[in-house]
């Protein structure tokens, strides 16, 4: 059975910063691209960055390009996204996610439950 286990998140001030953890099992990780999205409240679920199985290419949504770095240990199973210069915006919940290397939340097969982040002004 696959699980994937969120840590980190939390409350923090704008222009702080956060970093989230996605441990998987179940599943060779290395073999599989994994994502980050979020959900902000009454927001549609929206894409925040992927990276491909052998972290050499990565993708970025607009609203965190330059501030949000999304990496992977794949000796540890564990994916990363290295929040900085948050804003009362980035609030959301986040989920990371296994599958393709996409923008579409629907070519992810496997989700993490997700953890809080809130930023405030």
């Known amino acids: 059975q696959v699980q994937l286990v969120q840590s980190g998140g939390g409350l923090v001030q704008a222009g702080g910063s956060l970093r989230l953890s996605c441990a998987a099992s179940?599943?060779?990780?290395?073999?599989?691209?994994m994502g980050w999205f979020r959900q902000a409240p009454g927001k549609e679920r929206e894409f925040v960055a992927t990276?491909?199985?052998?972290?050499?290419?990565?993708a970025y949504a607009d609203s965190v390009k330059g501030r949000f770095t999304i990496s992977r240990d794949n000796a540890k199973n564990t994916l990363y996204l290295q929040m900085n210069s948050l804003k009362p915006e980035d609030t959301a919940i986040y989920y990371c996610?296994?599958?393709?290397?996409?923008?579409?939340?629907?070519?992810?097969?496997?989700w993490g439950q997700g953890t809080q982040v809130t930023v405030s002004s």
């Open positions: 996610a296994s599958g393709a290397y996409s923008r579409n939340d629907y070519t992810y097969d496997y």
């Open positions: 179940g599943r060779t990780f290395s073999r599989y691209a």
């Open positions: 990276i491909d199985w052998s972290a050499v290419s990565t």
